[in-house]
Every structure is written in structure tokens, then in C-alpha cells.
């Protein structure tokens, strides 16, 4: 494993407290020169991108070779990292133990691997942080991205978080009433669906707790896990050797590999990638027209002092035709402590917020919580905002409306590209694509096909 350098230890442990890039304005980032006002640029609410040593990142990452690398550091990349060391070393070595570590980075270092013959492994993710769609408002345990398992039919999501030990509590909100908002008239109904759903569950921690011990168990089975480093270039050579793939990243630098996993959504593979052989037509058609699941929306996360909707016999969960939020739900914390409703922001809505400044979006928001809450939602102690359709590793093409809708699973997207290059991502799930759980299928398999 790499030794790193004081200022990457610096902002790792800024991104860790902060939980993720803040969302600052309409784009969701605020980009900040690494000076020697760092830290406190970061902590003010900026994403610490450092403009001036996009070389330097990707000489550091310019190593290997691995027998392995993948491309973006989601949940499903990191289950294929996992996965592909679990394959290697064997579940009887992988259990997390310091033993195992060192048994683990004693085998790499010696150029061997667990039980398979070698595991070298490499997750490449852009961001400033793993996770993905996954994504806390910062400071909290609010999720602001994906969040929801439903036990009973997530069997792949059920067992990883068995695995990694992560507790799941109950959506709450199903003993009181959920809301329609339908033009000027808020109907109350008997809490269904939203809140309260036998098996609908959140996290204790949040989603993004999930990628976070993955990326704790992968590097203490000897894997690397990097953040900012961003790749533009996959070419698998036809006379490559023993390594015939090789990883361009942006601004210079080539990581050599025996194989390499996409982890990215399939749009965003097609824009951000150039690909040596080509892709096929046919798969190129197919990527395209798969939909980015969370690519045309936003999500608006508002903190009360108390639960209020609760003492009014309220769920906290319902819908709206009015917008700019469509759909709504209780996203207080497990432990009690943090109460939150949350709005979800999908297509024409999420279009036009696009286009408002921060400040902006938070008066909309907060103006038709209290259309719908009444007069006590017209004060929240914060309200957290993270506009998917302007990230662009989410979506690629927000000006021209990103395809939206929930994906379907299609066999082509899980086919290997000139043998080599291998697939995951939530959206190339065969079972409940696009969710958590098909981020977590789609990763396990393509770290047994590596």
C-alpha cells in the first residue's frame, strides 16, 4: 500500500469529518485552491479539489501493476474490489482480523496474493470520497443519496450488510398519516407505502457507511482505495503481456492491470471514457439508453429542533403535484437525535432548480414544507441540498435532460469488452437495477468474473 503524503492525509481526514463534497451551489460543488488555508476552506463548506496538483495525483496513482483495477469507488466498484479479494485470498483469510492484514500485505509485498495466486487490487475514484450515490449532508447522519433497503427482496444489499456488521432500523412514519398535495389542498390518508413498510429500511450511519467499510476492509486486506483520480482512458493491448490493460488518468499517469472493472453509470462510461478497442456499436447503443438512476433529480434534506409532524399524527411522507419536491419521507437519524423531512426533486422541478442559485433552492423548499407542514417547517436549523442532475458523475448532459426513469436490467451491459474490461454499476444489474441492491449484485459478480 502507498504511503501518504502529509497533505492527502490532511484532506482525507477533512472529508471524513465533513462526510462528503458539500453541496454549495446549484452545480453541488464549490471548488477551493489547496493553499495554506486548506482546512479551513473545507471546513467552510467547499469541496477541497486541489487545482494545481492534478499531476502529481495521477504520478502518485501511476504504479502497479495490479491484477485488478476498477474504476469508481460506489458501492458496486468496492464490492468488486471485495469480492475480488475475497475470490483470491478466501473467506477463511478475509475476516477483517490484524493477522489477516498482515498476512495480506506480507503476501502482496512478496508479489504473491492469498490462495489465488496473487490480488493485487485498485479502486480509481474521481471524487473526493467513496460512496458514489451514496452521500451524507455533511456533519450528519443524513443521507442526502441513495438510502433505502427493503430486507425482503434486497437479498444481495441484506447479506453485505450482515457482513460488513451494519445495523438497519425501520422507516419510521407507518402509525401516523401521510399527505397529497394536490393544488391548493393538502388530504391526509392512512400512513401506506412511504413510511412504515415492513421491511423498508434505512441505515444507522447512513448509506454511505456502507462504502466506508468496505473501503476499510479492502485496504486492510492489502487493496488500494484512491480518491481523485480520475480516469479518461481504457486500452487493452492485443500483445499486453501479462498486463495488458492499460488506465489512463487525467492530467498524465497509466496504471497497468491484468483487468479492469467499469464501476460507472453506463451514460457516464460512454461520455467520460474513450475506450482501445472501441465498444461495439451495439453495447455503445445499449449505454446510452440505459437511464442514470438518481441522473435527473435532487434531494432536499431540512433539520428541525423536534419531530413536530409527528405530534400532528403526521408520517412525514407523501407526495406532491405542486413541487418543486414530488415525494417525501420522516429522514430522521436512527439514533434519534437529528429530525429531518426529505424532498425528492425529479425532472422538469429538478431542471429548473438547476438553474437557481443555493439560496434559491432552500426558500423554494422550505416554502412548500410549510404549504404542506404548516407554519413550524418554516424553520429549519438547516437544510442540506444535493442536486444529482448537476453532478457530473451523474449526470452527463443536464442542459439537454438527462434520461431519467428507473433503469431494467439488460444482458448486454454485463458482457466483458475485448475480454478484459469488465462491468458493474448499479444500472448493469439484472435484479432491481439501479437500486442499492443491484449495485451490490453487479459488483460481486464482476469481481468473480475478474
Not at 300 to 313: I, K, N
Not at 379 to 390: D, F, G, R, Y
Request: glycine share 16%.
Amino acid at each position: 500500500m502507498r504511503k501518504p503524503s502529509l497533505v492527502f492525509v490532511l484532506l482525507y481526514v477533512v472529508d471524513l469529518l465533513s462526510t462528503g463534497v458539500h453541496a454549495t451551489s446549484a452545480g453541488g460543488l464549490a471548488a477551493c485552491p489547496i493553499s495554506s488555508a486548506d482546512a479551513a476552506c473545507c471546513l467552510s463548506g467547499g469541496a477541497c479539489v486541489d487545482t494545481g496538483g492534478v499531476m502529481a495525483a495521477a504520478a502518485a496513482a501511476a504504479d502497479g501493476p495490479f491484477d485488478l483495477v476498477v474504476i469508481g469507488g460506489g458501492l458496486s466498484g468496492l464490492v468488486a474490489a471485495n469480492e475480488f479479494l475475497v475470490q483470491r485470498h478466501g473467506p477463511s483469510q478475509h475476516n477483517g482480523t490484524a493477522a489477516t492484514a498482515a498476512a495480506a500485505a506480507a503476501s502482496t509485498a512478496a508479489g504473491g496474493g492469498g490462495g489465488g495466486g496473487g490480488g493485487r487490487v485498485a479502486v480509481l475514484e474521481a471524487r473526493s470520497r467513496v460512496g458514489g450515490r451514496t452521500m451524507n449532508a455533511p456533519g450528519t447522519e443524513l443521507d442526502v443519496g441513495g438510502a433505502w433497503m427493503w430486507r425482503e427482496v434486497n437479498h444481495h444489499l441484506d447479506a453485505l450488510t450482515w457482513s460488513l456488521g451494519t445495523k438497519a432500523f425501520l422507516q419510521p412514519g407507518g402509525e401516523h398519516r401521510d399527505f397529497a398535495e394536490v393544488g391548493s389542498t393538502v388530504h391526509l390518508q392512512p400512513g401506506e407505502g412511504g413510511g412504515g413498510d415492513v421491511s423498508q429500511m434505512r441505515f444507522v450511519g447512513g448509506a454511505a457507511v456502507l462504502s466506508e467499510k468496505l473501503r476499510e476492509r479492502i485496504e486492510e486486506e492489502g487493496g488500494d482505495v484512491r480518491t481523485d483520480q480520475r480516469v479518461v482512458t481504457v486500452t487493452v493491448a492485443a500483445e499486453g503481456g501479462g498486463y495488458p490493460v492499460s488506465v489512463g488518468l487525467e492530467g498524465g499517469g497509466v496504471v497497468r492491470a491484468r483487468a479492469v472493472v467499469v464501476a460507472l453509470p453506463p451514460r457516464v462510461a460512454v461520455h467520460r471514457l474513450t475506450f482501445e478497442p472501441p465498444l461495439t456499436s451495439a453495447r455503445q447503443t445499449a449505454m446510452l439508453r440505459q437511464p442514470t438512476w438518481m441522473g435527473d433529480t435532487g434531494k432536499v434534506v431540512a433539520v428541525y429542533a423536534t419531530p413536530f409532524w409527528r405530534q400532528r399524527g403526521m408520517s412525514g411522507s407523501g407526495f406532491s403535484r405542486n413541487g418543486p419536491m414530488s415525494q417525501f419521507y420522516d429522514a430522521s437519524s436512527a439514533a434519534g437525535n437529528e429530525h429531518a423531512i426529505c424532498g425528492f426533486v425529479f425532472g422538469p422541478f429538478a431542471q429548473h432548480l438547476r438553474t437557481l442559485g443555493m439560496a434559491e433552492i432552500k426558500a423554494a423548499a422550505v416554502a412548500q414544507l410549510t404549504r404542506v407542514f404548516g407554519s413550524e417547517a418554516s424553520s429549519p436549523t438547516a437544510v442540506h441540498v444535493k442536486m444529482w442532475i448537476a453532478d457530473p458523475d451523474t449526470c452527463v448532459d443536464p442542459a439537454a435532460g438527462e434520461r431519467g426513469g428507473h433503469p431494467h436490467g439488460v444482458a448486454t451491459l454485463a458482457e466483458a469488452h475485448a475480454k478484459r474490461v469488465l462491468w458493474a454499476g448499479a444500472e448493469t444489474a439484472m435484479g432491481n437495477c439501479g437500486l442499492l441492491d443491484g449495485a451490490v449484485e453487479a459488483g460481486a459478480r464482476a469481481g468473480k468474473q475478474a
